[in-house]
């Protein structure tokens, strides 16, 4: 049966470069705060931050930024960045990259849903159709991969990256995509889903300061060496002024 892919609803924001970029890859993201205060934070000017696309626990699929349509304008997703293959490397991910957030508070303790890996899978269909680029499985990264160094720790543990794999890129090998947030880190932060407030605006206050602790752990983590995954070893480029985040 061939899966009907549905239009994303329009949520413009106001963080991006109106220029058009070669994709070269997709970046998953998890938000750690709920739609509605996902949606608010890249409407803000001041924070200064925006994914092309939101996947909330339903499905939902909102654009932010333009890259439904064929054309992806640069938005500010991946910050500082880096990621190699073979002889090619990038950086700035911001500048070959789709971004797409994940609603979920912390994809390190907490599952995503069978709905938005269906959206998922449905996103990536369109957007290889788009983006050739995006026809091979390797094009699929997620924002630890690509800035673990510096801290970031999603989609996290519980994205499920062999699934997404086998549902999209069926006739090709499976790219190993390692979490970076070491386990001892992530015991600690199933200890928090135990305490959190239910209900915004208390839980997205509450989660998106435990995303701040889980950068932060991670990024000294990875700075005294105590964890060094060999896709943050393998690569060895100088680090460069910071970027949007
Ligand atoms: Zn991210």
Not at 100 to 114: M, Q
Not at 167 to 192: K, M, N
Request: charged content about 20%.
């Amino acid at each position: 049966m061939a899966v009907q892919s549905r239009r994303p609803q329009i949520v413009h924001s106001p963080n991006y470069d109106a220029r058009p970029i070669a994709v070269r890859f997709l970046v998953i993201h998890y938000t750690a705060v709920d739609r509605t205060r996902t949606l608010q934070i890249f409407a803000d000017p001041a924070r200064k931050v925006a994914a092309h696309l939101v996947i909330d626990g339903d499905g939902s699929l909102d654009e932010c930024v333009p890259c439904w349509d064929g054309v992806a304008l640069r938005a500010w997703h991946a910050g500082q960045s880096r990621w190699s293959a073979g002889d090619d490397r990038w950086e700035t991910l911001n500048d070959t990259s789709i971004g797409v957030e994940l609603v979920n508070f912390n994809g390190n303790v907490l599952d995503f849903t069978d709905a938005q890996y269906e959206t998922l899978a449905q996103v990536i269909r369109h957007l290889a159709g788009q983006y050739p680029a995006l026809r091979a499985a390797d094009s699929l990264l997620g924002h630890e991969q690509v800035a673990g160094f510096r801290g970031k720790a999603d989609p996290g543990w519980c994205f499920d990256w062999p699934r997404v794999f086998a549902a999209c890129y069926p006739d090709q090998p499976a790219p190993v995509r390692l979490p970076v947030c070491p386990p001892a880190l992530r015991a600690a932060l199933a200890r928090f889903v135990e305490i959190a407030p239910d209900a915004a605006p208390a839980a997205n206050a509450f989660w998106e300061r435990v995303s701040l602790l889980t950068e932060t752990a991670v990024a000294l983590a990875v700075s005294d060496g105590h964890m060094a995954p060999s896709h943050l070893k393998m690569i060895d480029l100088p680090i460069t002024k910071p970027d949007r985040a």
